[in-house]
Every structure is written in C-alpha cells, then in structure tokens.
C-alpha cells in the first residue's frame, strides 16, 4: 500500500488517481518535466483559450471593416445608404451606430 501525498490517503499501488481527493498519483516511473500536470493542463487551456478569443475578435473585421468603409465611402460621395446596409450596421458593427443610420433620412 501507498499513501496519496496530497491527501494522505491510502491507495493501492496500482492507483493513478486518488479517490480521497482526485490528484494524480506519482508513480513510481520517472516523469519528464512538463508532463499533464495541473499547471500543465492549466496552461494548455488558457493558451487555446486565448487564441479562439483573439481569433473572434479578428473575424469580425471581415465584415465590420468592408460595412463601414462602404457607408463612409457612400455618406461622402453623398449617396443614399441602402436599408439592408443600415441594417447589417445595426446587427454586425455596432447597434448604436445602425440606429442612428436607420433614422437618418438618405434624400
């Protein structure tokens, strides 16, 4: 028998994790640093974490950059701005700014 060194519990020699307290169990084989430790696991998650939140934050300018190029570009050669543009405003780039296109008179 073994005893957990988190908890002190004892567990067979066979245990990878303890049911006192659920840590892993170090066993008796050598382990390479930068194993799935908890701050391994950790460290793991928050980088793929921060890549898919950066990721959502740069497709957007896919189409928050070519709505409001083409509206700027339109509000100053004097064209009329179309709904489905105001709306698409309203919806994808930014709700205050869509609002206040929509009740903009474009005559």
Same mark, same amino acid.
């Given at each position: 028998?073994?005893?957990? *060194?988190?908890?002190? =519990? %004892?567990?067979? !020699? !066979?245990? /990878?994790?303890? @049911?006192?307290?659920?840590?892993?169990? #170090?066993?008796?084989?050598? *382990? /390479?640093?930068?194993?799935?430790?908890?701050?391994? /696991?950790? #460290?793991?998650?928050? $980088?793929? &974490?921060?890549?898919? /939140? *950066?990721? &959502?934050? &740069?497709? @957007? $300018?896919?189409?928050?950059? @070519?709505?409001?190029? #083409?509206?700027?570009?339109?509000?100053? =050669?004097? %064209? @009329?701005?179309?709904?489905? $543009?105001?709306?698409?405003?309203?919806?994808?780039?930014?709700?205050?700014?869509?609002? $206040?296109? &929509?009740? =903009? #008179?474009?005559?």
């Amino acid at each position: 028998m073994k005893f957990c *060194q988190k908890c002190g =519990r %004892e567990i067979l !020699e !066979e245990t /990878v994790i303890c @049911p006192g307290c659920g840590c892993a169990v #170090s066993s008796n084989k050598t *382990q /390479v640093n930068g194993g799935n430790d908890g701050l391994a /696991v950790a #460290s793991k998650i928050f $980088l793929i &974490l921060g890549c898919i /939140v *950066q990721g &959502l934050f &740069l497709l @957007p $300018l896919a189409w928050c950059l @070519p709505i409001t190029i #083409s509206i700027c570009g339109k509000m100053k =050669r004097g %064209e @009329p701005v179309g709904v489905g $543009l105001k709306i698409c405003a309203l919806l994808l780039v930014n709700t205050i700014g869509g609002i $206040l296109l &929509l009740c =903009r #008179s474009d005559n």
